[in-house]
């Protein structure tokens, strides 16, 4: 009965602020938090390859690039996630 017994979810968040010099912090329930496939995403590129990568090929707004020239990173793109679940294991007994 562990797997029906309610719980609680919670996230936090931290993401890069490219308006200012401190991260930005999101607390939320699972339920609220949501995932995008992009979102964890870094390119690092290598600015001596003999082949450099074309990044045009691959930009899209919720990715991260770096390399030794420049870095591009967007607003509020993911640093750290923590996820803490709390459950009840009395729940069934």
Do not use: C, W
Request: proline share 6%.
């Amino acid at each position: 009965m562990v797997s029906v017994a309610p719980r609680l979810i919670i996230s936090t968040q931290k993401l890069y602020n490219d308006l200012g010099t401190q991260p930005i912090f999101e607390i939320s329930e699972k339920v609220q938090a949501g995932e995008e496939l992009l979102e964890d995403l870094v390119v690092f590129h290598n600015p001596h390859a003999t082949r450099p990568f074309n990044v045009s090929s691959f930009y899209h707004p919720k990715l991260a690039h770096f390399s030794g020239v420049s870095t591009d990173i967007p607003h509020r793109t993911l640093l750290q996630r923590e996820v803490i679940v709390i459950g009840n294991s009395m729940v069934g007994q």
